[in-house]
């Protein structure tokens, strides 16, 4: 979606995302994804548990479990990062990520 929905190119194109997760949480929620600018707005608030109890621990994406550590940075148990890598706050690492050497 990055380089379509921020190009400029929304509006003209129409483009839109629908989700829908409410099935195995207690709670709903929704927002109007517009463009690139407010899903990122909306995966901030996420990752910085505005949205509570809506945290990416809660298994999003079925079969992934986040971890999470300080500074809001959620790893995935498979996600492998290098002892010298530096992962900077509001960072969500995802199913087999992998961050090397000094990145």
Request: neutral net charge; glycine residues 6%.
């Amino acid at each position: 979606i990055k380089g379509k929905l921020d190009s400029g190119d929304a509006e003209i194109l129409g483009n839109r995302i629908f989700a829908h997760i409410t099935e195995s949480f207690r709670f709903e929620f929704a927002a109007k994804i517009n463009d690139f600018f407010s899903y990122a707005i909306l995966e901030r608030d996420v990752i910085r548990r505005w949205l509570h109890p809506l945290v990416p621990e809660l298994e999003l994406v079925p079969g992934e479990k986040h971890e999470v550590q300080r500074m809001n940075i959620y790893k995935e148990r498979s996600a492998r990062a290098a002892r010298s890598s530096e992962i900077t706050a509001d960072t969500v690492l995802g199913r087999k990520s992998r961050i090397g050497e000094h990145s």
